[in-house]
T-cell receptor, first 112, second 113 residues
């Protein structure tokens, strides 16, 4: 069963606008969430994270929101830039479990 | 420069021919992990290691082996590769499994014919 789901395989946004990537999870024991960005022919790179004790974390143009009651998190990119075009993975972990559980990924394309 | 390296980056092989994908990190991380990425499935964990000589299965361990004889190295071994192991493989390392970002290698694209 897919414990972390990214239901949008792709998203296209105009440069300068806001990009919103969504992620849902089913395991209520997850307490730490991360977003990774992946360019072609490279490994994923860490973007931003959030602990379940918070509902928002911001880093420059990137903000992650966590809604625990809905088991939903989202990544906002404002303003979107062409270099943001990549595949974005959300991931989750629970204390005591020795792994990250990843979503399927969303391919973001920023159009000039 | 802090990094995770993998070799080879690309490999085409035939069914049944044993192969090893190497992984090395220079950050003195205790935790290392192998993932495979397949279309529509995201990244799935194959094996992980919490420290030297401590390894355990992830979600999709069948057909794979690993070893952790040194802290920096975590090779992935396919004793008898099959076509369903054609995939993109990533090695990753971190200070710990939880609450720390994982650093990923550049990936190894494996094709088994």
């Amino acid at each position: 069963d897919q414990q972390v789901k990214q239901n949008s395989p792709s998203l296209s946004v105009q440069e300068g606008r806001i990009s919103i990537l969504n992620c849902d999870y089913t395991n209520s024991m997850f307490d730490y969430f991360l977003w990774y960005k992946k360019y072609p022919a490279e490994g994923p790179t860490f973007l931003i994270s959030i602990s379940s004790i918070k509902d928002k974390n911001e880093d420059g143009r990137f903000t992650v929101f966590l809604n625990k009651s809905a088991k939903h998190l989202s990544l906002h990119i404002v303003p979107s830039q062409p270099g943001d075009s990549a595949v974005y993975f959300c991931a989750a972990s629970e204390r005591g479990a020795q792994k990250l559980v990843f979503g399927q990924g969303t391919r973001l394309t920023i159009n000039p | 420069e802090a990094q995770v390296t993998q070799n080879p980056r690309y490999l085409i092989t035939v069914t049944g021919k044993k192969l090893t994908v190497t992984c090395s990190q220079n950050m003195n991380h205790e935790y290392m992990s192998w993932y495979r990425q397949d279309p529509g499935l995201g990244l799935r964990q194959i094996y992980y290691s919490m420290n030297v000589e401590v390894t355990d299965k992830g979600d999709v361990p069948e057909g794979y082996k690993v070893s952790r004889k040194e802290k920096r190295n975590f090779p992935l071994i396919l004793e008898s590769p099959s076509p369903n192991q054609t995939s993109l493989y990533f090695c990753a390392s971190s200070l710990a499994a939880h609450s720390y970002e994982q650093y990923f290698g550049p990936g190894t694209r494996l094709t088994v014919t």
